[in-house]
């Protein structure tokens, strides 16, 4: 069988590794007595950080290089094109979730959907229209909405970092971190709810803190900009520091697996002591962003010789249809938490078994679905980096700054 001509302006490692981010989201989200093991497997760090940074990564090579040729307008026309495409698969999902979803988990009694909609079903109407500003976020509708308002900002970003460089944005991304770290989401919350009239309470309205996940978000960018504006990638390093890191990578990786996902303990009540926010998923710690970027130079140096050793074809293809494999990621996921409720709750190794591999083939076919129907007359593209080191660690002598254009 022929390979579809977009496959030219692809690059296969990102692909692959994008995908696994996808499988680890489904292995994590799915209601199975596995979950909470195969949640962070890799350490203290789970796979929306390397989704997100991933997305910022190739939003970046792709839209600073459209920018480049065409000017800040095209550039921007194509984000916010982008965001809404996200925005429609958020809507989608939403509407799924509170209408068929929800009437399966009220007729099955479980818990786990009915808690899920708790601010929706007691206010619909106000709450829905909550859902469709982006400001009612219910679990696992959260990752969506900090995508859309990313890529609606991200114009402004890349502008300037082509025009200025990029110290200013990363030195107020660290500072809105830092800002983030101190209690900012609690202020804005409450301001919000003021204007708006609302009364969502702080988790409602995403689990995500996005003041401290527009670093990952901005650092992605960063990264991936580097080889369009001449410079070295960042991600490179010398042998002793890649052993360095590959010790402390395998140090939280232990500390994981023995100390679980709130390795400082708990207090009387089993709530996270405070030292966990080190470690904290929502509010991106500091200890878990150590984690993040010891990884991401350690995928940099070897992920070529990965992809061309590990056949990866499954992952790459989930990888090249990511958007629509995540929104079939998550239908299967809602629906096994209406149909079986909590994790473990199926009571069978079976059962949960099926739900996986289920889940895998749905997304497996959703990806194929797509691709046939986006690329069964796509023209060849220009080629495209195919793999890591192509991509991320281009050696300075080849490397030639794109020309800039003004509007």
């Known amino acids: 069988m022929n390979t579809p001509a977009i496959d030219a302006g692809r690059n296969d490692g990102l692909d692959a ?3 696994l981010f996808l499988v680890l989201m489904t292995l ?3 209601p199975t007595g596995l979950s909470s093991e195969l949640g962070q497997p890799f350490g203290q760090l789970s796979a929306a950080e390397g989704f997100v940074m991933l997305s910022a990564f190739l939003a970046g090579q792709v839209y600073l290089r459209r920018g480049m040729r065409q000017g800040f307008g095209a550039m921007r026309k194509a984000l ?9 698969h958020h809507l989608a999902l ?3 979730g509170i209408t068929m979803v929800l009437l399966i988990g009220i007729v099955n009694e479980q818990a786990a959907i009915t808690n899920l909609f708790t601010q929706y079903m007691a206010s619909p109407i106000r709450t829905a229209v909550a859902g469709l500003l982006l400001i009612y976020q219910p679990a696992l509708f959260d990752i969506l909405p900090m995508y859309v308002m990313f890529l609606l900002l991200t114009p402004w970003v890349l502008e300037h970092a082509r025009r200025h460089g990029w110290s200013v944005p990363l030195v107020l991304s660290v500072a809105l971190w830092t800002a983030a770290m101190l209690g900012l989401r609690t202020s804005f919350h409450q301001g919000l709810m003021a204007i708006t009239g609302l009364s969502l309470p702080m988790a409602a309205t995403g689990s995500f803190n996005p003041f ?18 001449g410079v070295e990638s960042p991600l ?3 042998p002793r520091v890649l052993v360095l890191l590959a010790v402390l990578v395998a140090t939280f990786l ?8 709130t390795p400082f303990g708990v207090d009387a009540s089993g709530a996270p002591v405070a030292a966990n926010q080190l470690i904290d998923k929502w509010d991106l710690g500091p200890l878990r962003l150590i984690n993040v970027f010891a990884w991401a130079v350690l995928i940099a140096a070897a992920g070529p010789a990965i992809v061309r050793r590990v056949p990866l ?40 078994v099926a739900l996986i591999l289920g889940s895998l083939l749905v997304m497996q076919a959703t990806a194929i679905i797509h691709q046939s129907s986006k690329y069964a007359t796509a023209r060849p593209l220009p080629r495209a980096p195919r793999d890591l080191a192509d991509a991320m660690a281009i050696p300075r002598s080849r490397m030639t700054p794109m020309p800039i254009r003004s509007e």
């Open 94 to 96: 939403f509407g799924f």
């Open 236 to 238: 490179r390093a010398s």
């Open 313 to 352: 074809g499954f992952l790459a293809r989930l990888g090249r249809s990511s958007l629509p494999v995540f929104s079939a990621h998550l239908v299967c996921c809602l629906l096994a938490l209406a149909v079986f409720g909590e994790p473990g709750a199926a009571g069978s190794s079976l059962v949960d």
């Open 254 to 261: 232990v500390w994981r697996h023995t100390g679980g996902q």
């Open 28 to 30: 994590t989200h799915l």
């Open 17 to 19: 590794l994008r995908g």
């Open 212 to 229: 401290a996940w527009q670093l990952i978000w901005v650092i992605g960018l960063w990264l991936g900009t580097a080889r369009l504006q």
């Open 80 to 88: 916010w094109s982008r965001a809404a495409t996200v925005y429609r």
